[in-house]
């Protein structure tokens, strides 16, 4: 189906969903069914071990059972065909929800899955490529020579694909930090005057991150997380200029506005502010104070002096 908005009823668009999930299932599906056969799986596990050709014991996994060979085998192949099968799955998410973007968004939206999808591709290849031999290295060596380490199939799977995954998610950070600024949630000023907030949060991620919590793990990937926070800080500060820009004099002026209230606000007066004052922003209290302030003058002026009949009256009584 073509990429273009239509409107159709419920049942229609579940009839969609429903096909494009047929599609992809059965996609998916035939993969693993081809990569579970000899030899692709021999070549998948030849990728998989090529990170630990050197420090795995007896230079193969270990199973416990025939059961267990055959799910670890499937959970591979299954592995395999999502990685393979990812345009496909990416493309009918994408021609489901697309006839529901406005045309203004387009232009955004695909760009920015292009570039999660290659930040997330680099982050799993900084893993694969830079971190896994190290790191897997560090972790067989504190077992010493008084241990026998048995290197269980299932867990290094599962620890191969967190580890990838876990890289490959927290490479989007900045994409993350660009949309930040480039939306005005936070301004370019203050993620940078933040440099040591976005350190710990680094730390923090990193750890979290990292599924082996080796020391050689955590701090490539915190690393490798700071280069990307402060490359990707420079890149907005390129994209953003003029709204950066404009923020500041927003904010210049709303210090000198701040400053002018300040002096021009008499000893013991009290606006009438709402009451919620407290809870407002820095911009938002000055935008009540001077509505309160105008109010009050509003109010006086259109009071003003007694007039001739009422000062009489007053007089007679």
């Not at 056969?37 to 199973?63: K, N």
């Not at 299954?78 to 990685?83: C, D």
Request: glycine fraction near 4%.
């Amino acid at each position: 189906m073509p990429l273009n908005p239509r409107i159709m009823p419920f049942m229609a668009h579940f009839r969609e969903l429903r096909r494009r999930f047929t599609y992809i299932l059965a996609v998916l599906v035939l993969s693993a069914c081809l990569f579970y056969t000899d030899f692709f799986y021999a070549h998948i596990m030849q990728i998989l071990l090529w990170p630990m050709r050197d420090v795995l014991p007896s230079g193969a996994l270990t199973v416990l059972g025939p059961f267990e060979a055959m799910t670890f085998r499937f959970k591979v192949a299954l592995y395999a065909a999502l990685v393979v099968t990812a345009p496909v799955i990416i493309y009918h998410i994408f021609a489901f929800i697309m006839p529901a973007i406005k045309k203004n968004m387009r232009r955004w939206l695909i760009p920015t899955v292009m570039v999660a999808i290659m930040l997330f591709l680099a982050g799993a290849a900084f893993a694969y490529f830079i971190i896994m031999e190290p790191a897997f290295t560090w972790l067989f060596s504190q077992a010493g020579d008084v241990v026998t380490m048995l290197a269980a199939a299932d867990r290094y799977l599962s620890g191969i694909v967190f580890m990838l995954i876990g890289f490959g998610i927290a490479f989007e950070l900045p994409l993350v930090v660009f949309y930040l600024i480039g939306w005005g949630i936070v301004p370019f000023d203050t993620l940078l005057k933040s440099w040591r907030i976005a350190i710990i949060i680094v730390l923090t991620v990193a750890a979290i991150a990292t599924p082996d919590w080796s020391p050689i793990t955590m701090m490539a990937l915190a690393g490798s997380l700071l280069v990307l926070y402060f490359a990707s800080l420079a890149l907005a500060r390129i994209v953003f200029a003029e709204k950066i820009k404009e923020r500041r004099r927003e904010r210049a002026e709303v210090e000198a506005m701040y400053a002018t209230n300040e002096e021009s606000t008499t000893p013991g007066e009290e606006p009438d502010l709402p009451a919620d004052f407290d809870q407002l922003s820095r911009k938002e209290q000055l935008i009540a104070q001077a509505e309160a302030r105008t109010r009050s003058t509003s109010a006086t002026a259109s009071s003003g002096p007694p007039d001739a009949s009422e000062a009489a009256s007053k007089e007679v009584t």
